[in-house]
């Protein structure tokens, strides 16, 4: 015997066998029995997630001898011939290759002859979506009406392309992604039945990248089968899959938590000689920090990670020494990274950037009890206290009785200058996405502060573009934002960078380019082989 596919061989043959879909199962077996089976259905969702496999055990429900029964045999002459997908009456039709006016006439005139042998014949249309508009209208009145014999079975990942004339004509069901610790139960309990030797977190490993599909944890399982010579390990998934182990990316959130960039850029460089994506990197950390946030947030280990124990311990831990806000930063600058990636030519150098960036805001802020100099700045974005002494006017301030002030806050000047904006302008910009205000943030990447004098803060635009984009209504956006962000109570000023002549800004602009901070940080740490 030719050998069989794990998805083919291990296809559902009853409705208790589809996992994850109660809410589909629970109501056609229902229907079943009490005989109030609709004409049409039409099955929604991502792929791999049952929707044909529904539709054929539908149609053994409908046709086994010993029904119509909610719970097929499996065993009698017309359920095999549906398993082996030979069935006379039962015609399963592939959209996206019959998609045409022609072959929905030719469907028509099928219709109205009575079933071959069987008691119902059950026509499951797969990518139904993919038919024309004109297939579509031709199919209308079949499909409202069709003879008692017959029932129609529409299954679509896009169902939003089907027309709604076809929808309202359907009763449809919505296929969910199948949960992380159904698709681990499933892998191991066909690893058991296989007697596969597999280790916990290679299954773990399919079910993260499965992406919610059963067909797909399948045949990633196939294909560590035909790659492992005994046993599949997590690094025989690894090696299939392309990705990030995640005990490296656990190591480099230990590395980016201390703040330890020249122990990330190295960890970088070990990536780049093990011949990995960067892009797997970025994308392996992103979910990292998404699962510590879910973490953070309370949810329960086995929710938010899909790891052994062993490795869910070590997530848990890391949560504990991250604050959300500084998880949601580097949940934000790998974003930010993953998208820049799609347009460079220069991948290692966003990545190592990104890095640097995570390691700066680590490193740069304080405890949230520390005593620092950025304390009241930190305090400002709190409804009381230091906020309110940002936000008084300075009348106020000067007539204020000296017992009304609080004792740590000094005048902002003093705490917030110049150089602190500029090293703190990646904050300025994300506390203005985040606000959505996108247009402002977009802005302000072109812009350089180049001086905090007479209650206002100058920027210097190099485009003339940006520049006149600055209205009035945006300048007191940016300046609500700097006030959140530093602090401080400062209009906003613009200018143009004068023409011909190095702007007062150029040197800072420069050191915060890709090529000027990965300069700096070559020169902070002369003993690094970082060279490509």
Not at 471 to 481: H, I, K, P, S
């Amino acid at each position: 015997m030719p050998y069989l596919s794990l998805y083919r061989k291990y296809r559902p043959r009853n409705f208790a066998e589809i996992i994850g879909q109660r809410h589909v199962t629970q109501t056609l077996a229902n229907a079943v029995k009490a005989n109030r089976i609709a004409h049409a259905y039409l099955l929604c969702g991502p792929r791999g997630t049952g929707k044909t496999s529904t539709a054929r055990v539908l149609a053994m429900a409908l046709n086994c001898e010993q029904g119509p029964t909610a719970e097929p045999c499996g065993d009698c002459e017309e359920c095999q011939h549906i398993i082996a997908g030979n069935a006379l009456d039962v015609m399963e039709i592939d959209a996206a290759s019959n998609r045409g006016i022609d072959e929905i006439r030719e469907l028509r005139e099928r219709v109205g002859l009575a079933p071959a042998g069987a008691r119902m014949k059950v026509y499951i249309i797969d990518e139904v979506h993919m038919l024309t508009g004109e297939a579509f209208n031709a199919f209308l009145k079949t499909l409202e009406e069709p003879p008692p014999h017959v029932v129609f079975v529409l299954a679509t990942t896009e169902p939003h392309r089907v027309l709604p004339t076809i929808l309202s004509r359907c009763q449809r069901f919505d296929f969910h992604r199948i949960g992380l610790q159904d698709l681990q139960s499933a892998v191991t309990r066909i690893a058991e039945q296989e007697e596969l030797d597999i280790d916990e977190r290679a299954v773990a490993m399919l079910a993260n990248a499965a992406d919610g599909s059963f067909r797909d944890v399948l045949t990633l399982l196939d294909q560590a089968v035909a790659y492992a010579e005994d046993r599949i390990t997590a690094e025989i998934v690894t090696e299939i899959l392309g990705g990030i182990d995640f005990d490296l990316l656990a190591d480099f959130a230990d590395v980016l938590t201390r703040g330890d960039i020249s122990e990330a850029l190295l960890l970088i460089e070990r990536v780049v000689s093990e011949g990995k994506d960067l892009r797997q990197l970025i994308a392996g950390l992103t979910a990292h920090y998404r699962n510590l946030l879910l973490l953070s947030l309370g949810r329960r280990e086995q929710e938010a990670v899909a790891l052994p124990q062993e490795s869910a311990e070590r997530a848990q831990e890391q949560a504990k020494a991250l604050s959300q806000s500084e998880i949601l930063r580097a949940l934000d600058l790998l974003a930010e990274t993953d998208r820049e990636l799609r347009f460079t030519s220069q991948p290692r150098l966003l990545v190592e950037l990104a890095a640097v960036r995570i390691c700066r805001v680590r490193v740069s802020e304080p405890a949230p009890m520390e005593a620092s100099p950025q304390a009241p700045a930190r305090a400002a974005r709190r409804p009381s206290g230091p906020r309110q002494e940002a936000e008084t006017p300075a009348a106020d301030a000067e007539d204020a009785t000296p017992e009304a002030e609080p004792e740590a806050v000094a005048e902002p000047s003093a705490v917030t200058g110049l150089a602190d904006i500029k090293r703190r302008w990646d904050e300025l910009i994300t506390e203005l996405r985040q606000s959505r205000r996108t247009a402002e943030a977009a802005f302000l990447r072109d812009a350089v502060p180049v001086a905090v004098e007479n209650g206002g803060l100058l920027l210097e635009f190099r485009h003339q573009f940006h520049h006149d984009q600055m209205t009035d209504q945006r300048r007191q956006v940016v300046a609500e934002a700097v006030a959140r962000v530093f602090g401080l109570k400062l209009k906003v000023v613009c200018r143009m960078a004068p023409q011909g002549a190095e702007s007062p800004g150029a040197e800072a602009e420069a050191a915060e380019r890709p090529e000027g901070q990965l300069n700096n940080l070559l020169s902070m740490f002369p003993g690094s082989e970082l060279e490509d």
